[in-house]
C-alpha cells in the first residue's frame, strides 16, 4: 500500500468509522485505580509563602507546584486537574513532556459542578496529561495566588497516584503567625525540618513511599483517614498594621457574625408569616413544632457554596419569597420566625460528622453547616430543616453529639448537640401470620421512626403521587411478586413528630414447602444485612454507617392445628461495642414468635474489627438458613 | 488615495464591529422584553384554562396548555472575500416552547424547579460576525391557586459558564410550590450564515403527564422548503400561505393521555407523532423546492435523498480512494491465506468482511492510543460509511452486492420514512446464496442481522460502478428482511450442582452457550482484546502479530513491553468481569468464583456461539431443617423479570428484542447420606400462543437431572396477548420459588 493510500485509511478509519470517546472532566477526588501502578509521582513539591499583597488583600498566599509524573506500565493520557475558586486565582499553568515544554496542550478553564450542589465558585483548570511511553515523565507547573489567608487551611500528602517523593514547604515570614497542626501523621514515615532564613521559618515536611488515594464508599471524611496539615492563620503585621485572622475562636465567630449583621432580616416580613403559621395554636411546643415543620415542608434545600456567600445566610424574607434556600437561609429563616414568634433562638455553626475537627482549632475547615438553636425552659434544642422528615427534638447522625457554635450577641456559645440513642431510628416490622395452603397469610405492621422514617419519606416524596401506592408496595414487597400486599395503609406520610406507621394484609405465596408430613418455613423474608460482609483484602478505610440502626423483625406464626414444632432453631446472640444481632424463636401456646434485632450501635466500623464483623455476619447468614419444621403429630 | 480608501474601510468596519459588541447587552435586554409580551401575549385560550377534569385529580402533573411555534426565514446574501466571493444564506429560526403545568406533588415541584440553559452561542462565524447565533431566552410564571400570577425574574441566575462564545445560566425558580401551576417558556432565537442546513422537529403527542391541549404553529418563510409526515394517528397539519407567500402549518390535539413508557415499548411505532423537517439552501446536496410544503411524501423520495448522502459521503471522505487501498491490501491477505489454506471462492464475501472489521477495529498501530480494556469492546461504527466503503471494496474484489436501506424497529417503516436518516445500510451479496453484512461493532459477525432490522420490509440501492472520484448509484426492488426464530436465538445454561462439605453453600460449574441475539452484550462484557486479536489475526493469516512485528522492530521495540503490561492490567481485571455477569444472571453474588475461561469467542459464522465458563459458590440457597435441607433450586434459573403492579395491564402492543429461548440443563448431585424430595412439584408446563416454560425432572442414580425451557414465540405480540405473556412469565417466578428436600438418611 502506497504512503498517501495509508494515510488516507488511517484518517477514514479514526475519523469516520469509530465514536469518538467522550472527554469526561473527572471527579473533585480523582483516584487512580486500585491497582493501578501505572502511572506514579515520581517527586512533588508544593511551596507556599504568605507575601504581601495590596489594599483589599494586604496578606496573599503564593503557591508553586511541581509535580513529576512517570509512566510504569504503558504509555497513557492522564487527566490532570487543578481546583481554584473566587478566593484563588491561577497564574501559570506550563507543561513539560520529557524535559520539553509543551506548549500545545491548552488547558481548560470552566466552572465544576458538583452533584447536589445548585452552585458552587469551583472551578477547574483541566487537561490531558500525556505520558509519551514507558519510563517517560510528564511535569506539570502550577503557580497559584490564595488571596485570604483565612482559606488557606488545609495541605493533604495523598495524591491520586502513588508518590515516591513529596515535599511540602511553607514560608511563613516572621511578620506572620500561624499554627501548623499535623493531622493523622501516624504510620507514616513525615519528616520535618524547620528551617530560619531571611526573617522567615521555613517549615519543610518530605514524605516518602505514600499510597495513591482511594475513593471507597461510605468512608470516613479525608480529614479522618489522610495525612495532612491544619493550618491555622492567626495574625498578620502588614506593615506596622495588625491584621487578626483566626487568632481564637473568638475572632473566627467576630468574622462570621459581621457577615450575619449584614444579612438585612425585614423584621415586619417574618413577624406576619410566623403569626399565620402559628395562628389558633395555643401551645408553646407546638407552636415551634409549626413553625420548625413550615420551613421543613416549604422551602426546597438548595446547595449554594459561592465564596463569600457560602458563609452569610441570605435575608430570610427572601428564602420564604423563593421558597427555597441553603443551610444557612434556612436557618436563618427558622431563627427569625422562632424570634418573632417569641422564642429565644439562635444560630449556630457545626461541622458534621465527615469533619474530623472541632473548634479548638479555629478555621473555615472546621464547620460545613448552619442550624439553629431554640432555647425553651432551660433546655437547648437544634433544628435542622434541611432533614426535611426529621421531627422535632431528633437529631440526624450527621450532627449528633457534634460541637456546635451558637451565637450569643458579641460573644458565643460552644454547646454538644445531643446524642440520640439507637431507639430513635427503630424500624420495626411485625407480622402475625398464620398458614394457609403453601401461603402465609396475615396482618403486617410497620413503625418507623427517625432516619429511617426520614430515609424512607424522602424516597416517597421523590416519586410521582400516581405511582406512590405501588411504589410503596413494591418497595415493601422487594419487587417480589409473590408477596402480594393488600389493603395498604399509612399514618399521614407528612407528618413528622410520630412514627410512621404502615399496616397491610400479606399473602406470602409459596412461602410453606410440604414435604410429605412436614411443613418447612422461612419465617425472615428481609434477611437484613445478609450480604454485609466486607472485602478485607479490598477496603483500606473504615466503614461509615449513615445512621444508627434499630430493626426489629418479628414474625408470629399460628401453628395449624394437627402440627408441632419438631425443634426450634437456635436463634443467634452477638452483642459487640458497635452492633448486635439477635434471632430468638419462642412458643406462646399454639403461636410461634421469631423475633430479631439488629443493632448498629457505632455508626464507625473500624477496620481492625472487620474480621469479627465478617465472622459475625456469617454467623447471622448460617442462622439466616435455618428453617422450621412443623410436622403432622 | 488608495491607503485612504482602505483605511476608510477599516475604521467603517471597526465602527460597525464596536457598535455591534457595545449593543449586545442592550439588545439582548431588549429582545427579551420583546419576546416576553409577545408569548405570554399568545391569544391561545388553552392558555386562559386553570381547571383540570376530576379525572386527571390524581395525578402527578397534568400539561394543561403546550404550544410549540416555529418561525424559520432564510436570505441568500454575498460575502467579497479576499480573492473570490461566496454566496451563503442569512438563516433566522425561532422555535419557542411554552408549557403550563399543573404541579400536584413534591415530584413534580422538583422537576420543574431549577432550569439549566445556553443562554448565548456564537454559531458559524466567519460569515456571521454581525449575526446573533444562538440566543436562548426564558420566561417562567407561577400561577396560584387563588389565581393570582407571578412572574420571576430570570436575571436572578447563577452563570455557569461565561465565555465571549457561550453563555450558560442556571435558574432556581423562586416561590414554587405544590398545587401552582407553572407557565413557562424557553425561545431559541438563531441567526447564522450558512450554505445548508436541515432542521428536523419532533412533536409526540404523549408524555409521562396527560396533556390537556397541544398545539404546534409553524410559519416558514418562502425561501425555505418544508416537509412532514404525521405518523400513529396524529394530527395533520393545516396549511396554508400568508400574504407574503410564507406558509403557515398548524396542527392542534386535545386530551391526551399519559403514555405508557418503560417496558418492550417502540414510541416511534407507538405514540402519535408529527414530524418536521425545514430545509434551507443546498447545492449539491438533497434538493427541495423552495416555498414548497411536502406532506407525507413517497418513501421513493427518500431513496433518492439516501443517494444524495451517499454520494456526499463517497466524495468527502474520498471513500473511492480508500477502498482502492483497501482492496489493495485485502487482496494481498488474500494470496497470503490462500498459499496456507485453501479459500474457496464462495467463502470471499466472509474473508473480506472480516479482513476489513479487521483492519477497522483489531489492527494495531505503532501510533494508536494504547486501548486494550473494556472500552476497546464498545467501539462502534460510523455504520453508513463503514458499509458503503465495505460495498464498493466487495465490488472491487467480484463480489456483487447491493444495499438494503434497512429501516429499525424502534423508527419509522420503510412507508413512514421522512428523512434519509431513517434507513440504515445492511449489505446483501448477490450472487449465489446471499451473505448479509451489518455493522454493529468489533463482535459482529458476517451474515448476521441485528434483531432491531428483522422482519422489515426495504428498498435496496446498488452501486453500479464507480471510480476513484465518481460513483452511480441505482435502486433494486424491495425486500423483506426475515426473522430470526426462537430456536436460533437461544442462551443455554449447563450447570453441574453440587452442595459444599459443610452443607452451607451450592458449588456450581457452569457452562454457558449464547447463539444469535444473545451474544453481543455478554461479548462486550466478557472478551479480552488480547485473546480475540489473537484469534482473528490467525484466522485471516496475518503472519506477525503487532506485538511481533514491534519486538522486531528498533523504533517501537519497547512498545511490545508497554502491551504486555497494558494486557496484564486488562487480564487483573477480567474476574471481576465474571463477577458482575454471573451477580447479574443469577441476581445473588457469588460467594467465591474460583475458575472463568472463554471457550468459543464466537467471532465468526463458522464457529457463532459465545461459550464460556465458570465456577463459583453461592450462600443462601441451600437452608438447614433439623437434620434436613432445602434447596432453592427455582433460583437456579436466575432472575426473572418481575412485573410492576401499574405494568399488570396493557393496552399498547409489545415489541421485544428478538424471539428466544432460555434453556437451563442442571444435574445436581443428591449429597451423600441425603434422598431427594419434592422431585414432582418441579414439573411445570405453561405453553400458549406467545411461548412457554416447560420444567421437568428426574433423577437418575444419585443425580437430579432437570431441564428448563423457556421460550418467547416473537419479537412482537399484539397487546391482547399480553396475558398470555404474563402466564409465561408468572409460571418463570412461580419456578424461581420451587424448592427440594434433601432428607437424612
Known amino acids: ?633 | 488615495m488608495q491607503n485612504r480608501y482602505i483605511l476608510s474601510l477599516l475604521v467603517f468596519l471597526f465602527i460597525i464591529f464596536q457598535h455591534s459588541v457595545a449593543q449586545t447587552d442592550a439588545e439582548y435586554k431588549k429582545r427579551v422584553e420583546e419576546v416576553r409580551k409577545e408569548v405570554w401575549g399568545w391569544n391561545i385560550p388553552a392558555f386562559n384554562n386553570r381547571t383540570i377534569p376530576a379525572a386527571l385529580a390524581n395525578e402527578s402533573g397534568v400539561v394543561i396548555a403546550r404550544h410549540q411555534e416555529i418561525k424559520a426565514i432564510s436570505k441568500t446574501k454575498f460575502k467579497f472575500l479576499v480573492i473570490t466571493a461566496a454566496k451563503y444564506k442569512e438563516i433566522y429560526f425561532t422555535n419557542t416552547y411554552r408549557e403550563m403545568v399543573k404541579i400536584n406533588d413534591k415530584a413534580t415541584l422538583e422537576e420543574f424547579s431549577e432550569f439549566s440553559y445556553q443562554k448565548s452561542k456564537r454559531l458559524a462565524k466567519f460569515f456571521s460576525r454581525n449575526l446573533k447565533g444562538r440566543v436562548t431566552i426564558l420566561g417562567i410564571r407561577i400561577i396560584k391557586p387563588d389565581g393570582t400570577i407571578k412572574e420571576i425574574d430570570v436575571n436572578e441566575e447563577v452563570m455557569i459558564k461565561n465565555d465571549n462564545d457561550e453563555k450558560q445560566s442556571k435558574v432556581a425558580v423562586s416561590g414554587l410550590e405544590v398545587g401552582d401551576i407553572i407557565d413557562y417558556f424557553v425561545s431559541r432565537q438563531e441567526e447564522e450564515a450558512v450554505g445548508y442546513r436541515t432542521e428536523p422537529y419532533l412533536f409526540i403527542f404523549g408524555d409521562d403527564k396527560p396533556i390537556m391541549h397541544y398545539s404546534v404553529h409553524c410559519e416558514v418563510g418562502a425561501t425555505c422548503a418544508v416537509e412532514y409526515r404525521a405518523m400513529n394517528g396524529a394530527p395533520e397539519f393545516k396549511v396554508k400561505k400568508d400574504a407574503d407567500g410564507d406558509n403557515i402549518l398548524d396542527a392542534e390535539y386535545q386530551n391526551i393521555p399519559k403514555s405508557p413508557v418503560d417496558l418492550w415499548m417502540s414510541s416511534a411505532r407507538q405514540l402519535p407523532i408529527l414530524r418536521l423537517n425545514i430545509r434551507v439552501g443546498g447545492p449539491r446536496k438533497i434538493k427541495r423546492k423552495e416555498g414548497e410544503v411536502y406532506r407525507n411524501q413517497p418513501y421513493q423520495q427518500i431513496i433518492e435523498d439516501v443517494k444524495v448522502d451517499m454520494k456526499e459521503d463517497f466524495y468527502g471522505s474520498q471513500l473511492g480512494l480508500v477502498a482502492e487501498g483497501l482492496s489493495g491490501e485485502i487482496k494481498s491477505m488474500i494470496k497470503r491465506m490462500r498459499r496456507q489454506d485453501d479459500l474457496p471462492k464462495d467463502s470471499l464475501p466472509y474473508y473480506i468482511y472480516y479482513a476489513f472489521r479487521y483492519i477497522a477495529f483489531y489492527k494495531v498501530d505503532a501510533n494508536d492510543k494504547i486501548n486494550v480494556g473494556l472500552e476497546r469492546n464498545y467501539q462502534a461504527p460510523n455504520k453508513k460509511k463503514f458499509l458503503l466503503l465495505l460495498s464498493l471494496i466487495l465490488d472491487k474484489l467480484g463480489i456483487n452486492n447491493e444495499i438494503i436501506l434497512a429501516t429499525s424497529v424502534y423508527g419509522p417503516d420503510t412507508k413512514q420514512v421522512m428523512l434519509a436518516d431513517d434507513f440504515e445500510y445492511i449489505i446483501k451479496t448477490t450472487k449465489n446464496t446471499p451473505v448479509y453484512m451489518s455493522a454493529e461493532g468489533v463482535f459482529t459477525n458476517c451474515n448476521y442481522i441485528p434483531a432491531e432490522y428483522e422482519g422489515q420490509q426495504n428498498p435496496t440501492v446498488v452501486v453500479k460502478g464507480f471510480t476513484k472520484s465518481s460513483i452511480r448509484l441505482d435502486d433494486e426492488a424491495m425486500q423483506n428482511i426475515g426473522k430470526s426464530s426462537a430456536k436460533q436465538n437461544v442462551q443455554t445454561e449447563n450447570l453441574k450442582v453440587s452442595v459444599s462439605d459443610n452443607m452451607e453453600e451450592l458449588k456450581i460449574a457452569r457452562k454457558t452457550v449464547l447463539k444469535g441475539q444473545m451474544r453481543q452484550g455478554a461479548q462486550r462484557h466478557l472478551l479480552l482484546f488480547e485473546d480475540y486479536y489473537e484469534e482473528e489475526r490467525k484466522a485471516l493469516g496475518v503472519k506477525e502479530s503487532f506485538m511481533e512485528e514491534f519486538a522486531d522492530s528498533r523504533k517501537n521495540r519497547s512498545l511490545a513491553d508497554e502491551y504486555t503490561a497494558a494486557f496484564a492490567k486488562a487480564r487483573s481485571e477480567w474476574k471481576d468481569r465474571f463477577i458482575s455477569e454471573i451477580s447479574g444472571e443469577f441476581d445473588t453474588k457469588p460467594k467465591d468464583v474460583t475458575s472463568y475461561k472463554i471457550d468459543n469467542m464466537g467471532l465468526r459464522h463458522t464457529k457463532p456461539d459465545f461459550i464460556y465458563s465458570t465456577q463459583f459458590t453461592i450462600e443462601g440457597w441451600i437452608k438447614r431443617g433439623g437434620n434436613n435441607y432445602i434447596v432453592d433450586m427455582g433460583k437456579l434459573i436466575g432472575g426473572q423479570l418481575q412485573l410492576k403492579p401499574e405494568q399488570l395491564e396493557r393496552s399498547v402492543d409489545i415489541y421485544m428484542a428478538c424471539a428466544r429461548t432460555f434453556e437451563y440443563i442442571i444435574s445436581f448431585e443428591i449429597p451423600q447420606g441425603y434422598k431427594a424430595e419434592g422431585l414432582d412439584k418441579l414439573a411445570v408446563n405453561t405453553t400458549n400462543q406467545a411461548g412457554s416454560f416447560i420444567a421437568d425432572a428426574k433423577q437418575e442414580g444419585n443425580t437430579i437431572k432437570l431441564k428448563i425451557t423457556k421460550i418467547y414465540n416473537s419479537a412482537f405480540e399484539r397487546a391482547d396477548k399480553w396475558p398470555k405473556l404474563i402466564e409465561i412469565l408468572n409460571a418463570a417466578n412461580d419456578f424461581q420459588s420451587k424448592k427440594i428436600l434433601l432428607r437424612k438418611g
Not at chain 1, 484563588?88 to 500545545?104: C, H, M, Q, Y
Not at chain 1, 407546638?286 to 413553625?291: D, F, G
Open chain 1, 1 to 633: 500500500m502506497n504512503k498517501i493510500t495509508g494515510k488516507l485509511l488511517v484518517l477514514a478509519l479514526l475519523l469516520n468509522f469509530l465514536h469518538s470517546v467522550a472527554y469526561s472532566v473527572p471527579g473533585k477526588l480523582h483516584t487512580a485505580d486500585a491497582d493501578d501502578n501505572n502511572v506514579v509521582i515520581k517527586s512533588k513539591t508544593e511551596r507556599y509563602e504568605f507575601v504581601y499583597g495590596n489594599a483589599d488583600n494586604p496578606v496573599i498566599i503564593n503557591e508553586q507546584t511541581n509535580t513529576i509524573f512517570r509512566c510504569e506500565g504503558y504509555r497513557t493520557d492522564l487527566p490532570y486537574v487543578e481546583f481554584y475558586d473566587d478566593q484563588s486565582t491561577i497564574n501559570e499553568v506550563n507543561i513539560f513532556i520529557d524535559g520539553k515544554k509543551n506548549r500545545l496542550i491548552k488547558p481548560v478553564y470552566e466552572y465544576y459542578s458538583i452533584e447536589n450542589i445548585f452552585y458552587s465558585d469551583a472551578r477547574i483548570c483541566y487537561f490531558q496529561l500525556p505520558l509519551e511511553k514507558k519510563g517517560s515523565q510528564s511535569e506539570v507547573q502550577i503557580s497559584k495566588t490564595i488571596n485570604d489567608p483565612r482559606y488557606f487551611s488545609t495541605i493533604y500528602f495523598s495524591e491520586p497516584f502513588r508518590i515516591e517523593n513529596k515535599q511540602v514547604i511553607v514560608t511563613v515570614p516572621q511578620w506572620m503567625s500561624i499554627d501548623i497542626k499535623e493531622m493523622n501523621f501516624d504510620g507514616y514515615k513525615i519528616k520535618k525540618q524547620t528551617e530560619k532564613k531571611d526573617n522567615a521559618v521555613i517549615y519543610t515536611y518530605t514524605i516518602e513511599q505514600l499510597e495513591a488515594r482511594k475513593n471507597e464508599p461510605r468512608s470516613p471524611g479525608p480529614s479522618y483517614i489522610y495525612p495532612h496539615l491544619l493550618v491555622l492563620t492567626r495574625s498578620a503585621d502588614v506593615k506596622g498594621k495588625k491584621i487578626t485572622y483566626f487568632n481564637a475562636l473568638a475572632d473566627q465567630y467576630a468574622w462570621y457574625r459581621h457577615l450575619v449583621l449584614q444579612i438585612g432580616n425585614d423584621a415586619a416580613v417574618i413577624k406576619e408569616k410566623a403569626k399565620e403559621i402559628t395562628k389558633a395554636i395555643t401551645n408553646d411546643t407546638a407552636k415551634i413544632k409549626a413553625i420548625f415543620h413550615y420551613v421543613q415542608d416549604n422551602i426546597r434545600y438548595i446547595a449554594f457554596e459561592d465564596g463569600i456567600a457560602g458563609f452569610k445566610p441570605e435575608k430570610a424574607q427572601e428564602v420564604l419569597k423563593k421558597k427555597y434556600g441553603d443551610c444557612k437561609g434556612m436557618a436563618n429563616l427558622t431563627k427569625e420566625l422562632l424570634q418573632a414568634a417569641g422564642f429565644d433562638a439562635r444560630l449556630c455553626w457545626i461541622g458534621t460528622n465527615h469533619i474530623a475537627y472541632d473548634y479548638s482549632t479555629p478555621s473555615l475547615s472546621v464547620d460545613n453547616h448552619m442550624i439553629c438553636a431554640l432555647r425553651y425552659k432551660g433546655k437547648l434544642y437544634f433544628l435542622d430543616a434541611t432533614e426535611t422528615y426529621i421531627g422535632f427534638d431528633q437529631y440526624a447522625e450527621r450532627i449528633q453529639g457534634r460541637q456546635v457554635m451558637i451565637e450569643d450577641g458579641e460573644k458565643y456559645m460552644l454547646e454538644k448537640v445531643p446524642l440520640r440513642s439507637t431507639e430513635q431510628n427503630i424500624d420495626l416490622e411485625k407480622r402475625t401470620v398464620h398458614i394457609d395452603g403453601n401461603n402465609l397469610k396475615g396482618n403486617v405492621l410497620h413503625k418507623m421512626g427517625g432516619e429511617s422514617k426520614e430515609w424512607l419519606l424522602t424516597r416517597i416524596h421523590s416519586l410521582k403521587k400516581d405511582k406512590l401506592a405501588t411504589a410503596l408496595q413494591h418497595y415493601l414487597a422487594e419487587g417480589n411478586q409473590k408477596y402480594a400486599i393488600t389493603q395498604l395503609q399509612t399514618s399521614d406520610l407528612n407528618e413528622r413528630d410520630n412514627a410512621l406507621d404502615i399496616n397491610y394484609q400479606l399473602d406470602h405465596e409459596d412461602a410453606v414447602s410440604g414435604f410429605g408430613d412436614e411443613l418447612y418455613i422461612d419465617l425472615d423474608f428481609r434477611k437484613d444485612m445478609d450480604n454485609a460482609d466486607i472485602d478485607i483484602n479490598k477496603r483500606t478505610t473504615d466503614l461509615v454507617f449513615s445512621y444508627k440502626k434499630y430493626l426489629i423483625y418479628e414474625t408470629e406464626l399460628t401453628i395449624p392445628s394437627g402440627y408441632k414444632i419438631n425443634q426450634l432453631p437456635e436463634g443467634l446472640n452477638i452483642d459487640e461495642p458497635a452492633y448486635s444481632f439477635k434471632i430468638n424463636y419462642k412458643t406462646i401456646g399454639e403461636k410461634l414468635v421469631y423475633r430479631k434485632e439488629i443493632t448498629i450501635k457505632d455508626t464507625r466500623l473500624r477496620k481492625a474489627a472487620f474480621a469479627k464483623w465478617n465472622a459475625s455476619i456469617s454467623q447471622l447468614k448460617k442462622s439466616y438458613n435455618e428453617q422450621i419444621i412443623l410436622t403432622k403429630k
